[in-house]
């Protein structure tokens, strides 16, 4: 298998990316002259050229992309989608694009319900340790105490 044959839509989008690439320097020398500031006549006969050209490559480039996509717009907005208008989007590819969500969601709840356990775990190892503690419960809601404990022992 040394001698591999192009096929010929191998072919085809090999010429087809010489053309785009013959094009795109064309348009960049014609660029870099428009802005040199050639003669009025000299512009309306490129002018004129572009738009044949335009016209002419309009012609014979195949309408694929028409038939496996199209381009709607409706009001500011565009949308690709199938060109026919009916909708061949199979259900399983829609329902993937609901799994990301039901990750997150899921997520979202698991954190949540670790945050409120960690602020039980803390509340309850408070409370532990003020009822183990000598001093009785009342004592914390004094005043004095409270001083107490702001100031420095020997």
């Known amino acids: 298998m040394k001698n591999q044959r192009l ?17 795109l320097r064309i348009t960049a020398s014609l660029s870099e002259l428009q802005v040199g500031g050639l003669g009025p006549d000299v512009d309306e006969r490129l002018r004129f050229a572009r738009e044949q050209a335009l016209l002419r490559a309009r012609a014979v480039r195949p309408t694929r992309l028409a038939a496996s996509a199209g381009v709607a717009q409706s009001g500011g907005t565009m949308a ?6 009916s909708d061949v989007t199979p259900w399983w590819l829609r329902l993937g694009a609901l799994v990301p969500l039901a990750v997150l969601l899921a997520g979202l709840v698991l954190i949540d319900s670790q945050y409120s356990r960690a602020q039980i775990e803390a509340a309850a190892e408070l409370d532990a340790a003020i009822l183990s503690d000598d001093l009785p419960p009342e004592a914390y809601r004094d005043q004095g105490f409270v001083e107490f404990l702001k100031t420095s022992r020997p």
């Open 7 to 23: 096929t010929s839509p191998d072919v085809s989008r090999s010429a087809e990316a010489m053309q785009t690439r013959f094009a």
């Open 80 to 85: 690709l989608g199938p060109g026919d208008g």
